[in-house]
């Protein structure tokens, strides 16, 4: 039986205090798909990369990216072959995928959010609670984690420390990736390999030379680089292709990189897997209603896509709005799945039925909207399918829906 709500919350307090005594001596490590397949990695403050083995014998991290001023911790990084069994880092297990990923846990915008105009309760559970909803994402025990991007969001210093937000740190350095991420996230990061899928958020300009240091799935590089390209990796039966969407304009077209994306987008055909995108932001997402017409487009990727994607591509799944979604549409295009419900402050709209609305040259066949919840969902293989659910912060299910080539199905 899972525990109450109440017991939870103590658990994920007392376990932010113990990991706040630990982390000046702890480490962080993981295990991601790069685009050059598996790969492990730790963070640690003493400089000296961990011991590792794979399938119990000894393998050999070396350095990722250096210390500095600004990033005071070594990271490390050791290859994971195809075909591995176990991997430990520094004795502690590495979690590594099975052949045919079956379970699939999506989730974003995870950071709390204080910028010039909002300042999110960072230090209430309640009012940020990543922690929670990466403690009981963890005991889903998913083969795969995709982190849909937008993991950083204290881009200032906390206004008013009645806010709740006392004692923030803020900006692109390491004590924000802390408290952001690697401090609320560990159970998750152990829990399962992720993917990590890029977020304006992580953009050059604001946590740009975080990202390249820690999560980017390429070669790290002190200068950040603007626009990474796609990487796809084979999940047993699916494969999921990552692209870098962050610079695609949301109000306004930019032809440059509407044909960029065209072109990556027309160079996912030909596969004969079924094929999934995750990219940060969705072509058509629902945002908000007026007068009967649904906003929330990105006008450069609906340029991009509009001669529509490869008859290979089935679902895409996104982020970058702060609610959960599922949408499919009377038009022959994949379906959409939204879920940046992670952790920043939510996007409201109002219905939770989108069923024949129009998003620019698009009609919503299937579309259902839960807003104002945090939470993550999950994807798991059935007959003929997916099943697509979404949870909030009590584990109790929002929306389901099944998910069969471009078509969703939702209650």
């Not at 003493?46 to 350095?63: F, Q, S, Y």
């Not at 990923?101 to 950071?111: A, E, F, K, Q, S």
């Not at 699916?238 to 870098?244: E, G, N, P, Q, T």
């Not at 620019?360 to 939470?375: C, H, L, M, P």
């Amino acid at each position: 039986m899972r525990p109450p709500f109440l017991a939870l919350v103590l658990l994920s307090l007392l376990s932010s205090i113990a990991g706040s005594a630990a982390s000046a001596r702890d480490f962080y490590h993981w295990t991601q798909f790069t685009a050059d397949g598996l790969e492990a990695r730790a963070v640690v403050e003493d400089g000296t990369c961990p011991e590792a083995t794979i399938d119990g014998r000894p393998a050999k991290m070396t350095v990722r990216a250096g210390a500095t001023s600004g990033f005071p911790v070594t990271v490390c990084r050791l290859g994971i072959p195809a075909g591995a069994k176990t991997a430990t880092i520094k004795g502690r297990p590495a979690p590594l995928p099975p052949a045919r990923v079956d379970r699939i846990l999506i989730l974003g915008d995870t950071g709390c959010r204080i910028n010039i105009l909002k300042a999110q309760a960072c230090n209430d559970l309640a009012r940020w609670p990543f922690r929670l909803v990466a403690d009981l994402a963890a005991e889903r025990a998913p083969d795969l984690v995709v982190h849909l991007g937008d993991l950083i969001y204290r881009e200032r210093p906390c206004p008013d420390p009645a806010q709740g937000c006392a004692g923030s740190p803020s900006g692109d350095d390491f004590e924000t990736w802390k408290a952001d991420w690697f401090d609320p996230a560990r159970a998750l990061l152990e829990a399962a390999p992720i993917v990590f899928v890029r977020g304006n958020h992580e953009d050059c300009a604001r946590n740009g030379a975080g990202w390249t240091r820690f999560a980017s799935a390429f070669a790290f590089s002190e200068a950040c680089t603007a626009q990474e390209p796609p990487f796809t990796l084979d999940l047993g039966g699916l494969a999921l292709a990552v692209l870098d969407v962050t610079r695609a304009e949301d109000r306004v077209v930019d032809p440059a990189l509407a044909s960029l994306f065209e072109e990556q987008f027309k160079a996912l055909s030909g596969r004969g897997a079924p094929l999934w995108i995750a990219m940060h932001k969705p072509i058509y997402g629902a945002l908000r209603i007026k007068d009967g017409i649904v906003e929330g487009d990105n006008k450069t990727l609906v340029a991009a896509a509009r001669d529509g994607l490869p008859s290979g591509v089935e679902a895409m799944l996104s982020g970058h709005l702060h609610l959960f979604e599922a949408l499919s549409y009377k038009q022959d295009f994949p379906a959409q799945i939204v879920a940046g419900i992670g952790g920043t402050l939510p996007d409201p709209i109002a219905p939770q039925r989108l069923d024949g609305l129009a998003i620019a040259d698009k009609t919503i066949a299937t579309g259902v909207s839960v807003s104002g919840k945090f939470g993550f969902a999950t994807l798991e293989r059935s007959e003929g399918g997916w099943l697509l659910q979404d949870f909030d912060t009590h584990g109790a299910l929002l929306a389901r829906c099944t998910l069969a080539g471009r078509t969703l199905a939702c209650n």
